[in-house]
């Protein structure tokens, strides 16, 4: 019992971690544009979207349930099998973070959950459907309605504004964009907040301590929300450049767009149960709002950096969760291998993330992508513009007397 207890005190700690992961990952779901628009300053930013974050984990459970009640079949869940799913969800979150892409973290800990139970009870462990239904096709949905709908919110903002771009008008706009990102904290605490809440749950349940079917305790509701607000407080600011200024340039009207937009998606999904991922409506919301402003230019290398990292959330955080899982099965020592790769390797990303650092002093830091090979040829070999050829060309010219040598003097002809 002993070792039992103290295994899944392992778990809970290591959930708590992932959350404190997702905070300071996806603190740039509700406070890049904010900040790269100028709207708040970075460090007024983080420390509300924390707040908001806090009290958001109270509002709701239903996607707590989702993942502690729905993604996996709870009977024969041992919780070596929640540490080893955690294991690869942190992973993840610990890379994606140290390149900058806004990846999601509930796919990561959806991944690594996936992973990890089927290595340890087969496929049979899954509940296909809700995977479908629930995390699928929200993922693939959400992006594209959330940027079709910040879109068009866009463009309906500069259409009833017309061309009125005063100080009243702008300082309006930034009010509506702190307003907004407000609104996208507390969504990010009611839905992000509740999947360390089902995963500590599972684990509860799977070591006895509470009956199957439970809502998450009161506890595991305060520390959760506490572990996510600490983390976004922190600031994951490779990610909040990232978002800010490295996939489109936005003024505040088009900040103010895709934050409500992104907001109604988020509340609404948490309250069907969805586990939709915040990172995904957030980047769709803001390519939507780039691409609303007429002359608007998205930086679609970036944003296909990005949706590469989207695909490969599941599947790589499942493949290590399975590993791990694979590793924990040897016994006590396994665990005890796997907890020291995790903290060893966690070591390692933040060491190398050291040699460039990125912090709220240089987070809106000039991210425009380099020149393309066509441009760079292009300028190459494209001749001076005219008036810079200077005067001193034609005197290089030699001219014609000083080319031809002199004539010989002839001497007269004597006369006789």
């Known amino acids: 019992m002993e070792s039992f207890s103290l295994i899944l005190a392992i778990v809970v700690v290591t959930a708590l971690a992932f959350d404190f992961t997702n905070g300071f990952h996806d603190t740039a779901n509700a406070m890049a544009t904010t900040i790269s628009t100028g709207a708040l300053k970075p460090k007024i930013a983080v420390t509300m979207s924390a707040a908001l974050n806090l009290v958001g984990a109270f509002l709701s459970v239903e996607v707590a349930n989702t993942i502690s009640k729905g993604l996996v079949d709870e009977t024969g869940i041992r919780p070596e099998v929640i540490f080893a799913a955690l294991v690869g969800a942190i992973l993840w979150n610990l890379v994606t973070w140290l390149v900058g892409l806004p990846s999601s973290s509930s796919h990561a800990l959806m991944g690594g959950l996936i992973g990890a139970a089927i290595a340890s009870a087969g496929f049979g462990a899954v509940h296909g459907d809700v995977l479908v239904t629930k995390v699928l096709l929200p993922a693939v949905a959400a992006p594209v309605v959330a940027g079709i709908a910040s879109m068009l919110a866009t463009r309906f903002s500069y259409g009833i504004g017309g061309k009125a771009e005063g100080e009243a008008t702008r300082k309006g706009y930034r009010a509506g964009q702190i307003a907004s990102a407000g ?204 008036g810079t050829i200077s005067e001193d060309l034609t005197a290089t010219i030699p001219s014609p007397a000083a080319s031809e040598p002199a004539p010989r003097a002839v001497p007269p002809t004597a006369t006789v």
């Not at 060491?351 to 020149?371: F, G, L, M, Q, W």
């Open 183 to 386: 609104l996208v904290s507390l969504a990010h605490g009611t839905n992000d907040a509740q999947k360390t809440m089902g995963i500590i749950t599972l684990a509860l349940v799977a070591g006895g301590a509470v009956a199957p079917g439970s809502n998450p305790p009161v506890w595991v509701i305060l520390s959760a929300g506490l572990a996510i607000a600490l983390g976004t407080y922190i600031g994951g600011w490779r990610i909040i450049r990232t978002m800010g200024t490295g996939l489109t340039d936005l003024e505040p009207r088009q900040g103010f767009a895709a934050q409500t937009s992104a907001a109604t998606a988020i509340l609404a999904s948490s309250h069907l149960g969805f586990s939709l991922s915040t990172t995904h409506v957030v980047s769709g919301s803001v390519m939507g709002a780039g691409l609303g402003r007429k002359g608007g230019v998205v930086r679609w290398s970036t944003a296909t950096r990005m949706a590469v990292a989207w695909v490969l959330t599941l599947p790589a955080a499942a493949l290590v969760g399975a590993g791990a899982e694979t590793v924990t099965d040897l016994g006590d020592w396994g665990t005890a291998a796997v907890a020291v790769f995790l903290v060893a390797a966690s070591a390692t990303i933040w060491k190398i993330s050291r040699r460039e650092v990125v912090d709220h002093t240089n987070v809106v830091a000039d991210t425009a992508e380099p020149a393309g090979v066509v441009t760079t040829a292009i300028a190459a070999v494209t001749p001076p513009p005219a």
